[in-house]
């Protein structure tokens, strides 16, 4: 498999602190992987040593086949960066700051496309301090696309947005992905792992807790299914290992369509509150 981030036993602390406690992790090239972890768990440090700005006390990390804290200009050329909360630039305009951004990379995209690909078009004049808090955010994942980055780096990209613009940033994700854009991103909405990352990786305490597929992550597509239907006004539910079973014991008895049934599986956010807790 070809790994376009490999991580083997990185360390990093803060004063006394530790944020980064002798972590592992590969991204391979194509992917949508996801870091989830509670406030603190060390998610941005990691992000930020991968993407070059922030220097590890200790293990090894290659980021496109190269050491991020040794890089050069011709490696940052292929990774894009959306940072949590950047605030320059507020007096210029959004298409000023995608142009500026644009003329830093060799073979960029042309600034009007990513600003429509954001979906800032009709903002493209607005001057940056005028832009709401999601519309602001959008500028990052502008900046962050404008280089046609292979990996692109994504902290916590939708915080702020609403949720049509959400939805929008998904298609957005998965059009780069389609393309064969390398996507790590981080999050804190499971729901945003579960609709864009094939791997996610959990965190806590500056370690990995949890690795692996998003629909088999902690065990959850053998876990217990709950049947859950209404037998008149009450509601009723039984967990299941077999619901076919369940759901057909209960078709017999209702003789046809079951009132009210639902049958789920533990989601992402029930096995990632487990695996936290
Ligand atoms: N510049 C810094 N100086 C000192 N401590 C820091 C610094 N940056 C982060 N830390 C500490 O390191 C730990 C990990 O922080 P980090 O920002 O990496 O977590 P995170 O998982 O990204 O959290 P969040 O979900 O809140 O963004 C925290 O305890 C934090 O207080």
């Known amino acids: 498999m070809d790994d376009v ?49 922030r220097r590890r006390d ?15 200009r011709e490696w940052r050329y292929r990774i894009g ?12 305009t959004v298409a000023e700051i995608v142009g500026h951004f644009a003329r830093y990379y060799p073979n960029s995209r042309p600034p009007g496309e990513v600003i429509d690909l954001v979906g800032l078009t009709a903002k493209a004049r607005a001057r940056v301090r005028t832009l709401s808090g999601g519309q602001r955010r959008r500028l990052d994942v502008a900046v962050g696309l404008v280089g046609r980055p292979e990996l692109l780096f994504l902290d916590e990209p939708t915080t702020g947005f609403d949720p049509q613009a959400r939805r929008q940033f998904w298609d ?9 854009t390398t996507i790590l991103l981080t999050t804190h909405h499971l729901e945003e792992a579960e609709a864009l990352a094939s791997r996610v990786a ?13 629909a088999t992550l902690g065990g959850r597509a053998g876990a217990d299914a709950t049947v859950r239907w209404l037998d008149g006004d009450r509601r009723c539910d039984e967990r299941t290992a077999d619901p076919a079973a369940v759901v057909a014991r209960l078709t017999r008895f ?3 369509p079951v009132p009210g049934l639902t049958v789920t599986r533990p989601s992402l956010e029930d096995v990632y509150l487990e695996l936290i807790a």
């Open 5 to 53: 981030v490999r991580v083997r036993g990185l360390r990093k602390r803060y004063g006394g602190a530790t944020a980064v406690d002798g972590l592992d992790l590969s991204v391979h090239r194509g992917e949508v992987f996801a870091v989830l972890g509670p406030n603190g768990a060390g998610k941005t440090t990691t992000m930020e040593i991968l993407e070059g700005y």
């Open 58 to 72: 200790a293990g090894e990390v290659s980021v496109l086949g190269a050491d991020p804290h040794t890089a050069g």
């Open 81 to 92: 960066v959306v940072l949590q909360d950047v605030d320059d630039g507020r007096e210029l």
């Open 172 to 180: 957005l994700v998965r059009q780069l992905a389609a393309e064969g």
């Open 202 to 214: 959990v965190l806590a305490n500056g370690r990995i807790v949890a690795c692996g597929d998003v």
């Open 254 to 256: 209702y003789a046809g």
